[in-house]
Nanobody
Framework: QVQLVESGGGLVQAGGSLRLSCAAS????????MGWFRQAPGREREFVAA??????????RAADSVKGRFTISRDNAKNTVYLRMNNLKSEDTAVYYC?????????????????WGQGTQVTVSS
């Protein structure tokens, strides 16, 4: 199976920045997509951003709520995906999860992903 380990979460003031990392190990395919989701208490898991590497380059998607503030990137050599979060808001407070999808296309729904990390807490204070 695939193992995912997130890191980089913490407490930050509104307007601040954090960079989350997700290191993947195990059975990794070059065609896989990796994504970030978040879940706040009492809410369903929400898509944040995803990235997929193809022969022609990378493809990315981001939720409307984070466009212009969050940037997803991937270091294929390290099997690591990053989420740079700028201008954080209190509404961004959640547990952030990294996920892997073994498919030929990118996806934005949690049930379309196959493996998940344990999550890392991001708390934005106002």
């Amino acid at each position: 199976q695939v193992q995912l380990v997130e890191s980089g979460g913490g407490l930050v003031q509104a307007g601040g920045s954090l960079r989350l990392s997700c290191a993947a190990s195990g059975r990794i395919l070059s065609s896989l997509a990796m994504g970030w989701f978040r879940q706040a208490p009492g809410r369903e898991r929400e898509f944040v951003a995803a990235i997929m590497w193809t022969w022609s380059g990378s493809i990315t998607r981001a939720a409307d709520s984070v466009k212009g503030r969050f940037t997803i990137s991937r270091d294929n050599a390290k099997n690591t995906v990053y989420l740079r979060m700028n201008n954080l808001k209190s509404e961004d407070t959640a547990v952030y999860y990294c996920a892997v999808r073994f498919a030929e296309n990118i996806a934005t729904m949690p049930n379309e992903y196959d493996y998940w990390g344990q999550g890392t807490q991001v708390t934005v204070s106002s």
